[in-house]
């Protein structure tokens, strides 16, 4: 027996290397349309935040037909995802090797973690259990996903472990009663990651997956399958 019943896995960020994807195809989607985004202003103002929310933000600095903007924007990224997508560096490796119940709760949309997650062979080590947004009410930082998934995995709250890149996933976690673990690309080029992390409740904060293997080791949370056995030479 491990110490926990679940592990909760953010998408982006965490499980796939989408962000920086996510990010410049975006910025190019919302300047064709006359306002004028970075790549990295992109990243820092949007990241985590659910496609509604992002519908809302783009409306409020004048983006006029917001709806064809999305439509061409998902058109762009999802050929993105085809030709440039990868799992987050090591993260197939852990999920792999886990012996513990585990899911994804993202805020993304349930067609964008078709046309993500489910370009990889780690779609395979989650599905069913990929939980959107799209599923309940409010988006992360609302406890309301992380709520799903403890009553569809049939975990406790104080058995479950959730790792996250954005402080809105962190604090769905906290709200929800569940430790979280914020998660950082060694390539985030945003400086502060930790500190934002652990302001929004995280337990604590990995840089990469090697350093998320050592925390869930710690936690208790991590435990590899049994070795197969060798096999015997008859
Ligand atoms: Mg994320």
Same mark, same amino acid.
């Given at each position: 027996?491990?110490?926990?019943?679940?592990?909760?896995?953010?998408?982006?960020?965490?499980?796939?290397?989408?962000?920086?994807?996510?990010?410049?195809?975006?910025?190019?989607?919302?300047?064709?349309?006359?306002?004028?985004?970075?790549?990295?202003?992109?990243?820092?103002?949007?990241?985590?935040?659910?496609?509604?929310?992002?519908?809302?933000?783009?409306?409020?600095?004048?983006?006029?037909?917001?709806?064809?903007?999305?439509?061409?924007?998902?058109?762009?990224?999802?050929?993105?995802?085809?030709?440039?997508?990868?799992?987050?560096?090591?993260?197939?490796?852990?999920?792999?090797?886990? *012996?513990? =119940?585990?899911? &994804?709760? /993202?805020?993304?949309? #349930?067609?964008?973690?078709?046309? $993500?997650?489910? %370009?990889?062979? !780690?779609?395979? *080590?989650? =599905?069913?259990? &990929?939980? /959107?947004?799209?599923? #309940?009410?409010?988006?992360?930082? $609302?406890?309301? %996903?992380?709520? !799903?998934?403890?009553?569809?995995?049939?975990?406790?709250?104080?058995?479950?472990?959730?790792?996250?890149?954005?402080?809105?996933?962190?604090?769905?976690?906290?709200?929800?009663?569940?430790?979280?673990?914020?998660?950082?690309?060694?390539?985030?080029?945003?400086?502060?990651?930790?500190?934002?992390?652990?302001?929004?409740?995280?337990?604590?904060?990995?840089?990469?997956?090697?350093?998320?293997?050592?925390?869930?080791?710690?936690?208790?949370?991590?435990?590899?399958?049994?070795?197969?056995?060798?096999?015997?030479?008859?």
């Amino acid at each position: 027996m491990t110490d926990f019943d679940l592990l909760i896995f953010d998408c982006d960020g965490v499980l796939i290397d989408s962000e920086s994807i996510s990010a410049r195809t975006l910025a190019h989607a919302v300047t064709q349309a006359g306002v004028d985004m970075t790549p990295r202003q992109i990243l820092i103002e949007f990241t985590g935040k659910s496609e509604s929310e992002l519908r809302e933000a783009l409306v409020e600095r004048g983006l006029a037909d917001v709806d064809a903007v999305l439509a061409a924007w998902h058109a762009d990224i999802y050929a993105a995802f085809r030709r440039e997508l990868r799992p987050m560096e090591g993260i197939g490796d852990i999920v792999a090797e886990l *012996d513990v =119940a585990k899911c &994804v709760a /993202s805020n993304s949309t #349930v067609e964008r973690l078709g046309n $993500s997650l489910g %370009l990889l062979p !780690l779609w395979a *080590d989650f =599905a069913p259990n &990929v939980f /959107s947004a799209e599923m #309940v009410a409010a988006p992360k930082p $609302s406890p309301d %996903l992380v709520e !799903l998934c403890l009553s569809k995995m049939n975990a406790s709250r104080e058995r479950s472990v959730m790792i996250d890149d954005s402080p809105a996933g962190i604090q769905a976690a906290f709200a929800a009663g569940v430790r979280a673990i914020g998660f950082v690309d060694p390539n985030d080029p945003r400086s502060g990651r930790r500190e934002v992390l652990m302001a929004a409740g995280a337990e604590d904060v990995a840089f990469g997956a090697g350093e998320l293997r050592l925390l869930l080791q710690r936690l208790g949370a991590y435990r590899a399958r049994a070795e197969r056995p060798m096999e015997v030479e008859a």
